[in-house]
């Protein structure tokens, strides 16, 4: 019912910036809650940051906030992940998910994109 995307990962340097884009298709998308979550090799795939349909609630993770910032925008069809001040600790391979509800819990997702990897150099 949903298909997302993700794009704009790529190589950056520790303090350094990038934007990763969810492009979703399915003319129901705006309808759903966005996750963004991440998985770093030999970790457990965690919670990063999520969004209501509507965009007017949003949360991070504590080890994000401050530095990263969810947005979205309907009328593309896309999701947003701003994040500035990167770490060697955020190099992982981040992932978009859509459901109903915004929350950390990946079991409240039902749809779910590929990934793109990011890696933060020191």
């Known amino acids: 019912q949903v298909q997302l995307v993700e794009s704009g990962g790529g190589l950056v340097q520790a303090g350094g910036s990038l934007r990763l884009s969810c492009a979703a298709s399915?003319?129901?998308?705006?309808?759903?809650?966005v996750g963004w979550f991440r998985q770093a090799p030999g970790k457990e795939r965690e919670f990063v940051a999520a969004?209501?349909?509507?965009?007017?609630?949003?949360y991070n993770a504590d080890s994000v906030k401050g530095r990263f910032a969810i947005s979205r925008d309907n009328a593309k069809n896309t999701v947003y992940l701003q994040m500035n001040s990167l770490k060697p600790e955020d190099t992982a391979v981040y992932y978009c998910?859509?459901?109903?509800?915004?929350?950390?819990?990946?079991?409240?997702?039902?749809?779910w994109g590929q990934g793109t990897q990011v890696t933060v150099s020191s």
């Open positions: 399915g003319r129901t998308f705006s309808t759903y809650a």
């Open positions: 969004i209501s349909w509507s965009g007017d609630s949003t």
């Open positions: 998910a859509a459901g109903p509800y915004t929350i950390a819990s990946q079991e409240g997702y039902d749809y």
